[in-house]
């Protein structure tokens, strides 16, 4: 091998890449460059505002110290039991249409390309807006209120859910499943018996991850009226108690850490 | 990974056998899951009576919504390219920024000392959702993009740099041995040792990152950091349901592209 490499032509160096996968990855740098250098340009900063940033964050540093405590069994503590219960009940519905959607969008259990395309594009659909835009669109159906959140959580979690489950269900060995067919098991027994054991450990991670998203995004929803602890820090910032809003931010930053804990203890019970 | 109900077997006589049966716990925590969902839709005050009325407004919200309206495209392109223009430099700045915080935050590579503040950095930038990252920025810097780029930069950082830090962890420590053994400096044992193991997934977050940009940058704009969310909540507030249908329509069509040209991407650096 080392002799063929000695004798061959100085022409044939070995290279890495070919001339084409060196210039697609030079046209790419060359996007990024052109993209990032137009975005620099036209983008509609007041660069002298990015100058004065430090100053104002230790002004509002300032304004928030110390932060007002009394505040928190007040108003606080009943907002956020409000976000627990947005966040849970959204899982929970997010559930009863993802599992559907996902046995529609795996084709390997619907052998139908228009029947995977639907569920396929109701799931990028539900992905694709946020769940800020779907506690508006909801605050407009319902009106204001933790319903509105609740719902519009769910909605964004289906395209989550449904998605990650759809790709563990198509994952599924096929061996199982041809056994629980060769015994004559009817579709909805392969799904019950041959699918779900399987994606079983799957499906409870998807959903322990989904929950500790939604208790983070429903502590925002608020801001738009659906409800939660973003309507109390909403009306906090309005009338500029940044003492409040401190509060409201240590609370969030609390749930989080305790969200975090939680999920890796079930995690760990679960698979 | 211990096939479940394996262990319960052996107990159980063989005549009455069931195979799939769910244990008492199980049957436990669903109902105690069903009994949560009821009182808290009782905490949230929904009834049925609010439900069909939410139906019914749904409905003629929907028809408002129909046809979407594309009269004032002009808005709509701007506030698109400035969504963009904040995706595309948020993630570059992010990723600029959470490479060393990454290599900072690896236990393989770094001490302590070094590890411990730059895996504070990157918990606080995850915290908090981009929303309120973002209000706080408004405050700092005042309305408009930039407080959007700073938002998604920190977004970006806590995902970026949690994800590439545990790649990094994971790596062979062969090769940065025998790159150490020939007296290289930490600079090369950066570029020659560590970064030709990691650069396919660090392709694959970035990508991932953008497209988690773009669809915040949108989110972003609502409480006033600039793109096209400050247009979808003035229609909102308008009562333009069209416009929004619209808006929306233009969001999905573009995160769309926006998986293509990722998957275009990471095809060139063979991921």
New interface residues.
């Given amino acids: 091998m080392s002799e063929s490499v000695a004798l061959a032509p100085m022409s044939k160096v070995w290279q890495r890449h070919t001339l084409r996968q060196k210039m697609a990855r030079t046209a790419l740098w060359l996007v990024i460059a052109i993209a990032v250098m137009l975005s620099l340009r036209s983008i509609n900063v007041i660069w002298e505002f990015l100058w004065d940033a430090p100053e104002q964050m230790m002004d509002m540093g300032r304004r928030m110290w110390p932060p007002d405590m009394a505040y928190y069994p007040k108003t606080v503590h009943a907002a956020l039991m409000e976000t627990f219960h947005i966040a849970t009940l959204g899982t929970l519905f997010s559930m009863v249409f993802a599992l559907p959607l996902s046995i529609l969008a795996a084709h390997n259990i619907t052998p139908h390309k228009g029947l995977n395309l639907f569920a396929k594009t109701m799931l990028v659909s539900s992905r694709s807006v946020n769940s800020l835009v779907w506690a508006l669109l909801f605050v407009a159906v319902f009106g204001p209120g933790p319903l509105a959140g609740a719902v519009a959580i769910a909605f964004r979690s289906i395209g989550f859910v449904g998605k990650l489950l759809g790709e563990a269900l198509e994952e599924v060995h096929f061996g199982a499943i041809e056994a629980l067919k060769a015994a004559g098991a009817t579709q909805t027994s392969q799904i019950l018996y041959g699918y779900w054991p399987a994606v079983k450990p799957a499906f409870w991670s998807i959903m322990l991850l989904r929950w500790d998203i939604n208790i983070r995004e429903s502590s925002v929803l608020g801001l738009v009226g659906a409800g939660g602890l973003g309507m109390v820090m909403n009306a906090a910032i309005d009338t500029f108690q940044w003492n409040r809003v401190a509060v409201i931010l240590l609370t969030i930053f609390a749930v989080v850490v305790i969200g975090e804990v939680v999920v890796t203890f079930f995690r760990r019970r679960l698979i | ?1 211990t096939q ?1 109900g394996a262990q319960a077997f052996p107990r159980i006589p063989a005549g009455r056998r069931q ?2 049966h769910s244990s008492w716990q199980v049957k436990l925590l669903a109902l105690l ?1 069903a009994a ?2 009821v009182y ?2 009782g ?4 009834s049925y009576d ?1 439900f069909i009325r ?1 139906l019914d ?2 409905a003629r ?1 929907l028809s408002r919504m129909f046809p979407p309206s594309y009269k004032n495209w002009d808005q709509l392109l701007t506030g698109f ?2 969504s ?3 995706a ?2 948020a993630t ?1 700045f992010g990723v600029l920024l959470s490479l060393p915080i990454a290599i900072l935050g690896a236990r393989n590579l770094m001490p302590a000392w070094a590890t411990w503040p730059a895996r504070l950095i990157v918990t606080l930038c995850r ?3 981009p ?2 990252v973002a ?3 408004i ?4 309305f ?3 407080a959007g ?2 938002a998604l930069v920190v977004a970006s950082i806590g995902f970026v740099g949690k994800l590439f830090m545990e790649a990094i962890e994971e790596i062979s420590m062969k090769q940065i041995e025998a790159v150490r053994a020939t007296g290289a400096p930490f600079l090369s044992v950066v570029t020659y040792g560590v970064l030709p193991q990691v650069i396919g997934r660090l392709v694959g977050f970035c990508t991932y990152q953008l497209d988690a940009n773009l ?2 940058s ?2 972003v704009g ?2 006033g950091a ?1 793109g096209i ?1 400050g247009a ?2 003035a229609a ?1 507030q308008r009562f333009e ?1 069209d416009f ?1 249908l619209a808006i ?1 329509i233009t ?2 069509a573009v ?2 592209l926006g998986e293509f040209a990722s998957n275009y ?1 990471k095809r ?2 063979h991921v």
């Fill in positions: 990974m479940p195979p799939f899951v949560y969902a808290a839709l905490q949230l005050d929904f609010r939410g407004n749904g919200f390219i400035e963009m223009e904040i595309v430099l570059f915290a908090f959702n929303v309120i209000i706080v920025f405050k700092a810097v005042g408009g993009a930039l780029v700073l669809r915040n949108t989110m609502i409480v600039g969310g979808l909540f909102f349901y929004v929306l969001i999905i995160v769309l991407v060139i650096f």
